[in-house]
C-alpha cells in the first residue's frame, strides 16, 4: 500500500500516520521528496480496509498495490487455470464454445438444439432448467425434469452440460445432472450459494453481475476459491450502462483486464450483454480477437416461440456460420477453435 501525504504534513502527524499503520501490522518505508513524502506499507492483509488510514489527518491519499483478492490473482498464480470437464479442455490453447437454448423447454426441444450445436463444433451444452426471471409471471424453467433432459442431451451427443443454480439447497441436486455449475449474474454476491460451490468438485463459472465492478467480480471467485474449489471460470455478459441500444454493455476489455488480474480463464456471452440477435455474432468475433477463452451463445431452432430469450438466440445456420468465423479468427491469434 503506498500513502501519499498532504503537502505541509506537520511531524507529529507523520508520527501518528506511521504508528497507526505499525499498529496495524505494517512496516513503513518513508520516501521524502522535494515535495511530497510518500510511505511505502508493506504487508497488507487482503481484507485490510485502506480507508482506515485514508481518513487519517494529513493523508492525501492511499493506493493497494496488491490485489484485494489473493487466490483469483495473477501474482498468486502466474499460469493460467486450466480446467478439464471430461476430454473438454478450457483455459489453454482452445477456444470453447458452449451453447444451447436460454431454457430447457421439452425433449423434442433440448435433443434438436444439442444436435445442431453439436454438429457445428461446441463442446458444452447449455440450457436453464432453474430460470431467474425478472417477472414471476414468466417461465420458471423444467426443474429437474429440465435437468434429466440436458444430462440426456449431452449425453446422447457427446457434449457437457452447464446450467445455472440459484439457491444453495439446490445444489446437490444439481450436481447429479451437471458438468458445471453456471453461477447467475443476479446471484453473483450471493454469499451462501458462492460458498456451497465452493464445497463441489465440479467446475463453476461466474456470470459478472450487471452492476460488479471487476474488483467485485474477482471477489466472488475468490469466495469459491477461498472455500477450496479451485476450477473456477468468470463469465462477462454485459454491464449494465447508460445505453438502451443493446441489452446490456458489452465490456469487451475486460477479457484482457481479466487476463492480466487472473489466472481464472474467461468466457463471453455476447448473447445476454448485447439481446439482439444480429448483435450476437459480431461481438462475439470481437470477443475471440480480444482473447476469451470461450463463447457461451444462446441457439434455438424456433427462437419465435421459445419460452425465454428468443430474440437473442441465433437461429441453426447462424451458429453454423459463427462457428466458422470464430475458427478463422482463433488461426489469426494462434489460437484453435
Ligand atoms: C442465462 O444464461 O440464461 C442467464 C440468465 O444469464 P445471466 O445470469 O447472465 O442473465
Ligand atoms: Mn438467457
Known amino acids: 500500500m503506498i500513502i501519499i501525504l498532504e503537502k505541509g504534513v506537520r511531524d507529529e502527524q507523520i508520527e ?29 492483509q487482503s481484507n485490510f480496509d485502506t480507508r482506515k488510514i485514508k481518513i487519517l489527518e494529513g493523508v492525501s491519499a492511499v493506493y493497494r498495490v496488491t490485489e484485494p483478492f489473493r487466490l483469483a490473482s495473477r501474482g498468486y498464480k502466474k499460469e493460467n487455470t486450466v480446467i478439464n470437464i471430461g476430454d473438454v479442455i478450457l483455459g489453454a490453447n482452445e477456444i470453447i464454445t458452449i451453447a444451447g437454448p436460454c431454457a430447457v423447454e421439452s425433449e423434442k426441444q433440448i435433443m434438436t438444439i444439442a444436435k445442431i450445436v453439436k454438429d457445428a463444433g461446441a463442446k458444452i451444452l447449455r440450457g436453464g432448467a432453474f430460470k431467474p426471471r425478472t417477472s414471476p409471471y414468466s417461465f420458471q ?20 452440460v452447464i446450467t445455472e443454480v440459484m439457491d444453495p439447497t439446490r445444489v446437490e441436486l444439481i450436481y447429479k445432472y451437471t458438468d458445471i455449475f453456471q453461477l447467475g449474474s443476479r446471484n453473483m454476491q450471493n454469499f451462501p450459494l458462492l460458498r456451497e460451490l465452493g464445497r463441489v468438485d465440479k467446475p463453476v463459472m461466474i456470470k459478472r453481475g450487471m452492476s460488479a465492478t471487476i474488483d467485485e467480480w474477482l471477489m466472488a471467485a475468490e469466495y ?46 455476447p448473447s445476454h450483454a ?8 459480431p461481438m462475439a468475433l470481437a470477443a475471440v480477437a480480444a482473447g476469451t477463452d470461450g463463447l ?37 491469434i494462434g489460437r484453435n477453435a
Not at 479451485?230 to 487476463?259: K, Q, W, Y
Not at 437473442?312 to 445456420?317: A, I, R, V
Open 296 to 332: 457461451m451463445v444462446e441457439v434455438h431452432h424456433d427462437p419465435s416461440s421459445a419460452m425465454s430469450d428468443g430474440p437473442q438466440s441465433l437461429l441453426p445456420e447462424q451458429f453454423k456460420e459463427l462457428m466458422s468465423q470464430v475458427r478463422r479468427i482463433a488461426e489469426v
Open 224 to 269: 469459491i476459491l477461498a472455500s477450496g474449489n479451485e476450477n473456477v471460470m468468470v463469465c462477462e455478459r454485459g454491464i449494465r450502462t447508460f445505453e438502451t441500444s443493446t441489452r446490456n454493455t458489452f465490456d469487451l476489455s475486460a477479457i484482457p483486464v481479466i487476463h492480466q488480474r487472473s489466472h481464472l480463464p474467461i468466457i463471453a456471452d
Open 274 to 281: 448485447t439481446g439482439i440477435r444480429d448483435k450476437v455474432i
Open 141 to 160: 424453467g423444467m426443474e429437474e425434469e429440465g435437468l434429466i433432459l440436458l444430462r440426456k442431451a449431452g449425453d446422447e451427443f457427446g457434449l457437457a
Open 16 to 44: 501518528e500516520i506511521i504508528k497507526q499503520a505499525e499498529d496495524y501490522g505494517f512496516s513503513i518505508h518513508r520516501s521524502t521528496g522535494d515535495e511530497q513524502i510518500l510511505l511505502g506499507a508493506i504487508g497488507i
